[in-house]
């Protein structure tokens, strides 16, 4: 494939703590060369893995983006062994809008990989993060939460694995992290994510989804700040062992199948039963929903049709005809 258009405006080999920007062609009316700057930050010394993290893949989850920007300020290159290079905000133009999608064309950018170097923003800026990011790591991790529809118990994620080898290190990777869950998936769709771009290249990698609905949570941000630094101590860039949260080890579960799910019939408003993190039982009322159409008619009764876990609750009131009102998790 050709080479990227995208020019890193930082040196990616460097040493000590490098800022700049990612220079992804954009053409306007206004400006037939523009380019959009995406914030990069690399921090290297000594020998060591290379370990890219990643935020702000969609725009309106915050926890990964504020994380990143405190570990890009206070991780000192001095006590760092090999390479950690930063994307706390990858997405930029989705996350500077505060937006899940982009506003320059819709896209969500983790169904873009691994790009195209000439099909658009959220393409070629996909086709530089796997074709030129990728290549240089040994461990990857991007940063998710529920966004503005969703709110999520803080879990890294990975995937169910062929290669047993790297199916133990991922785990270790997560166990590591240490956020309450470790949710591991088989997923259906997974091909174009970064995610599954980074398994394809051979990398120790993991997704998350640390907490939601459109607001910056205090306690999952101090998860996701403490989940990073363990990381790099996993990797060993930095010196020491993982730091256990007050939660405990990571609980091991999975979302087996779509039978865990439960999904609005209708448009209406969302009544939750439960909060999130509450244990279910199968059959027990999910909530109710709301028809603001017919105002003498009942709201509708829904019921789980699993037991385990609520890991993720719907978040904004206001749903619409299959969209999932709650998910439950199961342990493994
Ligand atoms: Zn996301």
């Not at 060591?48 to 969609?58: C, D, S």
């Not at 579960?253 to 279910?280: K, R, S």
């Amino acid at each position: 494939m050709a080479a990227s258009p995208v020019v890193a405006e930082v040196d990616l080999s460097g040493r000590g703590r490098l800022a700049g920007h990612l220079r992804v062609p954009q053409s306007r009316d206004d400006s037939g060369w523009g380019t959009i700057l995406v914030p990069i930050v690399v921090v290297a010394n000594g020998t060591g893995p290379t370990v890219l993290l990643t935020a702000g893949n969609h725009g309106d989850e915050y926890e990964g983006q504020v994380a990143l920007l405190d570990l890009a300020r206070s991780l000192d290159p001095a006590q760092v062994q090999g390479r950690v290079i930063l994307l706390p905000a990858m997405h930029y133009p989705a996350c500077a809008a505060g937006k899940r999608l982009s506003p320059l064309d819709g896209r969500d950018f983790n169904r873009c990989f691994p790009g195209d170097p000439f099909g658009g923003f959220a393409a070629s800026l996909a086709h530089f993060v796997d074709s030129v990011l990728l290549p240089l790591c040994e461990f990857q991790m991007d940063l998710h939460s529920g966004g503005t529809g969703m709110d999520i118990v803080p879990s890294a994620v990975g995937h169910v694995l062929d290669d047993l080898e790297m199916q133990a290190r991922t785990l270790a990777m997560a166990d590591s992290f240490g956020a309450p869950v470790t949710l591991l998936l088989r997923e259906v769709n997974a091909g174009p994510t970064l995610l599954a771009a980074a398994e394809s290249r051979g990398i120790v990698a993991l997704s998350s989804e640390l907490g939601g609905g459109g607001r910056l949570n205090p306690r999952n941000l101090a998860i996701t700040k403490r989940g990073v630094r363990n990381l790099l101590r996993h990797a060993g860039v930095l010196e020491g062992a993982p730091e256990p949260g007050d939660h405990g080890p990571s609980r091991r579960m999975t979302v087996p199948d779509l039978g865990h799910y439960v999904f609005a019939p209708m448009d209406g408003i969302w009544e939750a039963t439960n909060q999130l993190g509450a244990t279910v039982a199968d059959g027990a009322p999910a909530g109710l929903l709301h028809r603001i159409e017919d105002p003498l008619a009942p709201p509708i009764p829904l019921s789980y049709r699993e037991a385990g876990l609520l890991w993720c609750v719907r978040h904004a009131g206001r749903v619409k005809a299959g969209d999932p009102v709650a998910v439950i998790a199961r342990d493994l």
